[in-house]
C-alpha cells in the first residue's frame, strides 16, 4: 500500500502547478523507494524506461528542425501554394488532409503526419490561406475556429485509421488479451477489416463537418470583420 503514495506525489504536485516533468520524476522515485529498491536501482529503472521507448523524444530533434523552417517561411510558402488553387477552401483543403491522414495511418505511417510536424506548421496556415482568399482578413475567433478543425481532422484520421493496420500496438494488445482471457483464437486481421467501416463512417462523418467549415465562415458578425481590417 506504501507504493501507492507516489500517485499521492503526483496528484500534489499537479495541484501545485509544479513542472510535470519534475513530479512525475519525483514521485517514481518515491515509488521505487517504498518499494523496497535501492538508489542504484532506481536509477536503472529510469534508464532501462528511457532506453526503452526512445520514440518518446523524438520531438527534441523535430521541433528544432521545424522552428528553424518557420524561421525561414516555411508558412508563407505554404500560404502561397494554396493561394494557386482558387476551388481550394479551407473545409475541401482539410476534408482532404483528413482523408491522407487516415490512409497513411491505415498502412503503418502514423508518423509521417502529425500535429507538430505537419499541423501547426503546414495544415493550419494553409487552410486560413485558403479561407482568407475566400472571406478576406479573418477575425481571431474564425482563425482558432480553423486550427480546431486542422488539428481534429488529425486526430480522427489517425485514431480511425491506425486500427485498420495490422501491426498497430492496440490491435495486437486486443488480440492478445482476448486470445489469453477466452482461449480464444481472434487474429490481427479479424480486427482490422473490422475497423474498416468505422473507419469510413468516421471519414464520411468528419468529412461532413469540415465541408460546413466553410459555410460557418460565411456567416461570420461584419463587426469582427471590420475589426480584422483595422
Known amino acids: ?73 516555411l508558412q508563407e510558402q505554404a500560404r502561397r501554394l494554396v493561394a494557386r488553387f482558387a476551388s481550394l477552401t479551407a473545409g475541401r483543403f482539410l476534408a482532404l488532409y ?48 480553423i486550427r480546431s478543425f486542422a488539428a481534429s481532422a488529425d486526430n480522427v484520421g489517425f485514431f480511425f485509421g491506425e486500427d485498420v493496420f495490422l501491426a498497430v500496438g492496440s490491435i495486437l494488445l486486443i488480440t492478445g488479451f482476448v486470445n489469453t482471457t477466452y482461449h480464444t483464437r481472434l487474429e490481427p486481421l479479424e480486427l482490422a477489416l473490422w475497423a474498416i467501416p468505422t473507419a469510413v463512417c468516421a471519414l464520411a462523418v468528419h468529412g461532413w463537418r469540415l465541408l460546413r467549415l466553410d459555410r460557418g465562415l460565411l456567416v461570420a458578425p461584419p463587426a469582427d470583420r471590420k475589426a480584422a481590417v483595422k
Open 98 to 145: 483528413l482523408l491522407l491522414r487516415q490512409l497513411t495511418s491505415a498502412v503503418g505511417l502514423g508518423g509521417v503526419l502529425g500535429h507538430a510536424q505537419t499541423v501547426r506548421p503546414l495544415a493550419a496556415p494553409m487552410a486560413e490561406a485558403a479561407a482568407e482568399r475566400a472571406h478576406g482578413p479573418l477575425p481571431d475567433k474564425a482563425r482558432e475556429r
Open 1 to 73: 500500500m506504501l507504493v501507492l503514495l507516489g500517485v499521492l506525489v503526483v496528484v500534489a504536485g499537479f495541484a501545485a502547478r509544479r513542472n510535470p516533468l519534475l513530479v512525475v520524476g519525483v514521485a517514481g522515485i518515491v515509488t521505487g523507494l517504498l518499494g523496497g529498491l535501492s538508489p542504484r536501482e532506481v536509477l536503472a529503472a529510469f534508464g532501462t524506461g528511457f532506453a526503452g521507448s526512445r520514440g518518446v523524444t523524438i520531438f527534441a530533434v523535430t521541433l528544432p528542425v521545424i522552428g528553424l523552417l518557420e524561421h525561414h517561411g
